[in-house]
Each structure stands twice: as C-alpha cells, then as structure tokens.
C-alpha cells in the first residue's frame, strides 16, 4: 500500500508541473502566422533573385543556384510545419522543425546580406568603369530590404522556439528528477 500512495504522490508530483509547462508551449495556432509571414518573407527574396538573376548570376552563379535551393528547403520546412500541410500525422510544429526554419531563415538572411556587398561592389566598379550601374544599385536595394525582412521573421519565429524549448527541457528535469526519486526509494 506505501508503494502505491508513494507512486501516486510522485506521479502527482510529475504531472502538475508538466501540464504547467504544456500550458508554456506555443500553440500551432500561434505559429501559424509567424509561418505564414516567414514564407511571404522567404518568397519575396525568391522573388528578387527571380528578377535580378541575370545580375545575381554575373555575380556568382553558384551562389545563385545554392541561394535557390536554400530557399526552396526553407519553403518546404514552412510548409510542413504549418497547420494546413496535407503531411498527416507527420505535419505540424514540433522542435526539429523549428529549429531547422531559424538556421534556414538565419542563412537567407546571411545570403541577402551577400548578395547586397556583391551588388554594392560591381556598382562601385561600374561607377568608376562609367557605367550605368542602375540594376545593381536596384538589386543592392531589394536585397537590403529582403535581408531586414527575413531577420525580423526570424526574430519573431526565435520567442516561441525558445519558449519550446525551455518547456520542453523543464518536463524532461521532472521526467528525469521523477526516475532519480524512483530509484533512490528502490534502493
């Protein structure tokens, strides 16, 4: 009988502090507008390179075609992680994820940032070589604009994925404090 109320009172215990860190949680219902603006976010930059990409290819192709392919695995994170994916069970929020869409949107930004020293620079020796350096002083300008964008979606995205986080690490203590008590009465 002392096993069982010992049992009762550590499952008590464990639980009432895990539903408070549940409560902790963000929500999809949160997430979903942050997802939403992310990829809007995401397609304007996609869109810049779209309309500059015979001065982002001068540049650098490779970088052009990596930037593409960077941007199509960030658009496929979001989707994945958004409430309206047609993923199944498999779909939705989840750490992994998160995690996965702050590096990938911290990288666009990274890239944008890029590509606006690269656009600054050929404009630079446009200038001195007497050339309209027009286009790439639009594409410098875009890009700025694309890589301000993406960091405020990414800070935005960072409070909740920390909030999950803390939570998450918050249940596994108790989880963890719940064994050690366990089996320090066992002994």
Wanted: with cysteine; net charge negative; charged share 25%.
């Amino acid at each position: 009988m002392t096993k069982i109320v010992m049992a009762l009172l550590a499952l008590v215990a464990l639980c009432v502090p895990t539903v408070a860190q549940l409560k902790d949680m963000p929500t999809q219902a949160e997430l979903d507008p942050i997802l939403e603006n992310a990829d809007n976010k995401v397609k304007g930059f996609l869109a810049t390179l779209t309309e500059f990409k015979a001065e982002a290819a001068a540049l650098d192709e490779q970088k052009l075609n990596d930037d593409l392919e960077g941007i199509e695995n960030v658009r496929k994170a979001i989707q994945v992680t958004h409430s309206s994916n047609d993923h199944g069970k498999n779909g939705g929020v989840n750490m992994e994820r998160l995690v996965v869409l702050l590096t990938g949107l911290d990288d666009l930004t990274l890239d944008a940032a890029v590509w606006k020293s690269l656009a600054e620079l050929r404009m630079c020796q446009q200038i001195v070589q007497h050339q309209n350096p027009d286009r790439y002083d639009q594409f410098g300008l875009r890009v700025n604009m694309n890589q301000q964008m993406l960091n405020e979606v990414g800070r935005q995205l960072f409070h909740p994925t920390f909030r999950l986080s803390v939570a998450l690490d918050e249940i596994l203590i108790k989880i963890l404090d719940a064994a050690e008590t366990k089996n320090e009465n066992h002994k």
